[in-house]
């Protein structure tokens, strides 16, 4: 029986990360590998953890998933996760809320009042 590693564990935890905004923004497995311009078998063996993608390809996907590269290279335990960076990803996700258009005003505070009460706590 083969071991594994905390590595192998990292990059099965970015494959279903990846898997799961996949899933959110509903896209095939090969509508996503189309846009990030890799193949589907590729973009299938980093999804089941069995590829580590180099930066660009991380890139690349985040791209296509609308998310950022640096969200993206912190899964991947590329990037230290800092007070700055956490504090900029929370204003990123009060952002998108006040964008949603599809959001009333009342459900937009909610949505972030909700959101910094979880963040917020010690």
Excluded at 59 to 77: C, D, P, R, V, W
């Amino acid at each position: 029986m083969a071991r594994t590693t905390d590595s192998d564990d990292l990059w099965r935890g970015v494959g279903d990360f990846i898997r799961s905004q996949r899933e959110l923004a509903n896209l095939s497995l090969r509508q996503l590998a189309d846009v990030a311009k890799i193949s589907n078998p590729y973009l299938s063996q980093i999804e089941r953890g069995l590829h580590k993608p180099s930066a660009d390809v991380l890139k690349n996907i985040a791209a296509a998933l609308q998310i950022s590269a640096e969200t993206m290279y912190a899964q991947a335990g590329l990037l230290e996760d800092t007070p700055e960076r956490a504090a900029r990803q929370g204003s990123g996700v009060e952002e998108a809320i006040r964008l949603d258009a599809r959001l009333s005003a009342d459900q937009k505070e909610t949505l972030a009042r909700i959101y910094r009460g979880f963040v917020e706590r010690p």
